[in-house]
Antibody, heavy 121, light 107 residues
Framework: QITLKESGPTLVKPTQTLTLTCTFS??????????VGWIRQPPGKALEWLAV???????RYSPSLKSRLTITKETSKNQVVLTMTNMDPVETATYYC?????????????WGQGTMVTVSS | SYELAQPPSVSVSPGQTARITCSGD??????AYWYQQRPGQAPVLLIY???ERPSGIPERFSGSTSGTIITLTISGVQAEDEADYYC??????????FGTGTKVTVL
């Protein structure tokens, strides 16, 4: 069974750096074709694609956020970490991590439950 | 930046067919994907590579493409299909974007 779970702070202050961890099971990020991505969703608003890291360590970032995002993997721990610098209150959102499998193209096949992050002083 | 446009809302009676469109300039060249998101839940993949259904997704969900527009069709709509639906696609650089989302209301 494949599962993903997001963890991190529920509250960050404006200008601070957000660090989120995705801990997964049931697959390995050393398997060719596998990737893990991050998506966020402000309350009542649409999904926003943030970044993906692949088994090969290839990384893709949202062009509008690229300067503020870093995605890394720790394969021995089955974890993917996303850092986002200089957080703003408008970035209050639920942050999801999700599995990418090459057979499905760039689709997010399985999602975590999401973690709510509030940006406020 | 690349954008995918969806109608904000679609209303449909039970048993009827709902069609949700998603338009984007790069869609003729890139695969598209569809997700369903029920209130308070994480999205679920409905369609991948334009028209493929993952295992476990009911056959009443189907995807099609025509030029710069892709369409998610829900045949024989059920009350449980009331949810938000999002399309997703990728641009030539390999980065993805989600559509603006469509709220489906079952009357």
């Amino acid at each position: 069974q494949i599962t993903l779970k997001e963890s991190g702070p529920t509250l960050v202050k404006p200008t601070q750096t957000l660090t989120l961890t995705c801990t997964f099971s049931g697959f390995s990020l050393t398997t060719p074709g596998v990737g893990v991505g991050w998506i966020r969703q402000p309350p009542g608003k649409a999904l926003e694609w943030l970044a993906v890291i692949y088994w090969s360590d290839d990384k893709r970032y949202s062009p509008s956020l690229k300067s503020r995002l870093t995605i890394t993997k720790e394969t021995s721990k089955n974890q993917v970490v996303l850092t986002m610098t200089n957080m703003d209150p408008v970035e209050t959102a639920t942050y999801y991590c999700a599995l990418v499998i090459a057979e499905s193209g760039d689709a997010f096949d399985i999602w975590g439950q999401g973690t709510m992050v509030t940006v406020s002083s | 930046s690349y954008e995918l446009a969806q109608p904000p809302s679609v209303s449909v009676s039970p048993g009827q067919t709902a069609r949700i469109t998603c338009s984007g300039d790069a869609l003729p060249m890139q695969f598209a994907y569809w997700y369903q998101q029920r209130p308070g839940q994480a999205p679920v993949l409905l369609i991948y590579k334009d028209s493929e259904r993952p295992s476990g997704i009911p056959e009443r969900f189907s995807g099609s493409t025509s030029g710069t527009i892709i369409t998610l069709t829900i045949s024989g709509v059920q009350a449980e299909d009331e949810a938000d639906y999002y399309c997703q696609s990728t641009d030539s650089s390999g980065t993805s974007v989600f559509g603006t989302g469509t709220k489906v209301t079952v009357l």
